[in-house]
């Protein structure tokens, strides 16, 4: 009998697994490791009828409207029509919950990883964790493709964000603490929702950073820098996990069986599930059949189908020629049990069986006070002071006047990035609750202070401070890959008009990764990086006015040469190097 040390089923669960997997047909099997877009979906009584194994939404998949309570309706009819199939297998519903429960209108929006990685704060990412996976059982979902334990070498990647650090190590403290606050850790009896570590493996290595492209190393470097974090993430006993659509020297993740499944689930004694990515199995193989052949053999569990009934490649397709392999023997039954036994196992790990509903008293926490709390105080310690020339920071809540500049002073779009409510994120108000640091900073300093604000320096000229806001426009996945990390003529244009003024000038940056600062660096006499911060622009205000300390610090290399952007290569002569981060006193109010 096979015996579990991570997934730790009683023998009376495990009993409970083989049995199910006794009753059920090839189809229903099949079914199990199926994983459908809600927008693929076309009839959603398709997961009673075919025993689906999971729904997701994916970035751009919303219910009918985008409120919880519609989010809450529609996850619970798609579980009723599961308990509905024949052995009423409950469902797996997943979502891309990676900064908060993000695509949900009002969910508290935290920093991307990237400002994480800067809190170096293990117990505040979990904390974050817990809050997510509480916004999102409220929403009656229990999955969240979350952490990414991409270990993003060059900045010019659209992913770098979504990374916590170019250092394996931090990566892999920090995606640990996350998985222990979405699951619960390692040993309790039940999970409180599933984690899904991503994107294995490599997907932070690729050459000159293009998205789902080749990571080209040798062995141990992959294992050192790529592989480790996975080590803490399956010790932390993460349930499930997402391949990369990268490939490793020339072979794609999906097809890589050496990786999926001699290493990860051999060695690494990984005993949850691997889903494979959108529509990742596709790039294995012009010809579909042969692509999910090569994914379920290379051990791929579980596979994400976003196209529609109508369109090549959607799950009917799917479902019949996975059969067809199966019953030609190209595909071994022992692997598709084994498959299903890992996604069972997880389901039962979940306590879905027993309670595959949450709790709908939940619904009234998402984008609760105290989650936003949590979530300031991560902007609070993610913000990275690079310079503060003649003690210009913390600046005075008793100024007689501070002038805001730049669209991003007061755009919350801006503040939260790619991966908010849409896939790519927007500028402007995309959610419904949250601060700007224009708001912020209106409601932090004293009476007597005027604020004044405009996207130029219109009305500005002749305050006791300026503060310019930078940002990089939101962006995700391979739509935010650049080749130059220079910030624009426009915002240079900013930063050194605000400087000629000759008012001392705060600069501000909101960033996925760090970019080339050229002159705004000079004309500046103070510099924060914010990365992508998220609803909560108070942690910002706390910050400036010396409410909190500086305490973050880079977790990336800085670069300072457009000709060597990689980690490896651009910390031999860093702009700052990682771990760099200055400070100041907190001031009494
Ligand atoms: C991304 C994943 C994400 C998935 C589902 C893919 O395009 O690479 O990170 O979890 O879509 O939205
Ligand atoms: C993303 C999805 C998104 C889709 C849009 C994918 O690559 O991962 O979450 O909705 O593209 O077409």
């Known amino acids: 009998m096979v015996c579990l040390a991570v997934s730790g089923l009683a023998a009376g669960e495990e009993k409970r697994v083989e049995d199910l997997l006794r009753q059920m047909t090839l189809q229903e099997k099949l079914g199990q490791m199926t994983q459908v877009d809600l927008g693929a979906l076309k009839d959603r009584t398709d997961i009673a009828r ?53 695509n949900v209108l009002g969910a508290v929006i935290f920093p991307h990883q990237i400002g994480l990685g800067a809190t170096r704060n293990p117990r505040l990412v979990e904390e974050t964790a817990r809050v997510t996976a509480r916004e999102m059982l409220a929403t009656g979902i229990h999955w969240a493709f979350a952490p990414c334990l991409a270990v993003a070498q060059d900045p010019r990647w659209g992913r770098t964000y979504e990374s916590y650090s170019d250092d394996p190590e931090l990566v892999g ?24 570590a991503k994107h294995y493996l490599g997907d932070g290595g690729t050459t000159e950073g293009v998205d789902q492209g080749n990571t080209e190393c040798d062995e141990a470097t992959l294992r050192r820098v790529h592989l480790a974090p996975y080590r803490e993430a399956i010790r932390a006993g993460v349930g499930s996990l997402m391949a990369s659509y990268s490939s490793w020297n020339g072979v794609k993740l999906h097809g890589h069986r050496y990786l999926l499944t001699d290493v990860l689930k051999g060695e690494l004694g990984f005993e949850g599930f691997v889903v ?8 294995l193989s012009p010809n579909y059949k042969e692509a999910i052949e090569r994914a379920i053999t290379a051990g791929v569990d579980m596979v994400m189908i976003p196209n529609g009934p109508g369109q090549p490649n959607n799950y009917l397709e799917f479902l019949r020629l996975l059969a067809e392999l199966v019953n030609e023997g190209r595909v071994a039954e022992s692997r598709i049990d084994d498959a299903v036994r890992r996604i069972l196992r997880t389901k039962v790990r979940l306590g879905l069986f027993e309670r595959p509903m949450t709790p709908e008293g939940l619904l009234s926490r998402v984008g609760a006070p105290e989650h936003r709390a949590v979530a300031r105080q991560c902007v609070r310690e993610s913000l990275v002071l690079l310079k503060n020339e003649r003690g210009l920071l913390p600046l005075s809540k008793r100024a007689r006047h ?14 939260c990035g790619g991966w908010t409510i849409s896939w790519q994120g927007s500028t402007g108000a995309v959610t419904r609750a949250g601060t700007t640091l224009l708001q912020a900073v209106r409601s932090t ?11 130029d320096l219109a009305g500005g000229t002749a305050a006791d401070v300026i503060v310019v806001v930078l940002a990089e426009p939101p962006y995700a996945e391979m739509m935010g890959d650049r080749k130059d990390l220079s910030l624009s003529a426009e915002q240079l244009g900013l930063v050194r008009e605000a400087r000629a003024s000759g008012r001392p000038v705060v600069t501000v940056l909101y960033s996925g990764r760090p970019l080339l600062l050229g002159s705004a660096w000079e004309d500046s006499d103070a510099f924060v990086a914010a990365w992508l911060p998220g609803t909560e622009g108070q942690g910002i205000a706390d910050v400036l006015f010396g ?6 610090r880079l977790p990336r290399v800085w670069p300072k040469d457009p000709r ?17 981060g200055l400070t100041y006193r907190t001031r009494g109010r």
């Open 50 to 102: 075919l025993g689906l194994g999971s729904v997701l939404c994916g970035g751009n998949t919303d219910p009918e409207n985008n409120e919880p309570a519609t989010w809450r309706r529609t996850v619970v009819q798609c579980q009723q029509l599961a308990l509905q199939s024949r052995l009423g297998i409950p469902l797996l519903f997943g979502v891309d919950a990676v900064h908060g429960h993000n």
């Open 402 to 415: 501070i002038h805001l500049v730049g669209q991003a002073a007061d755009d919350l779009g801006l503040q």
């Open 547 to 552: 409410d909190a300390r500086p305490t973050g």
């Open 445 to 455: 300093v004293g009476p007597r202070t005027r604020v004044t604000y405009s996207r």
């Open 564 to 580: 060597h952007l990689r980690s490896s290569e651009a910390a031999a002569d860093p702009m700052f190097p990682r771990g760099f």
């Open 276 to 283: 494979s990515d959108w529509a990742a199995i596709d790039q």
């Open 173 to 196: 403290q920090l995606g640990a603490a996350a998985v222990r606050g979405l699951q619960g850790g390692a040993r309790v009896r039940t999970w409180r929702a599933l984690a899904c």
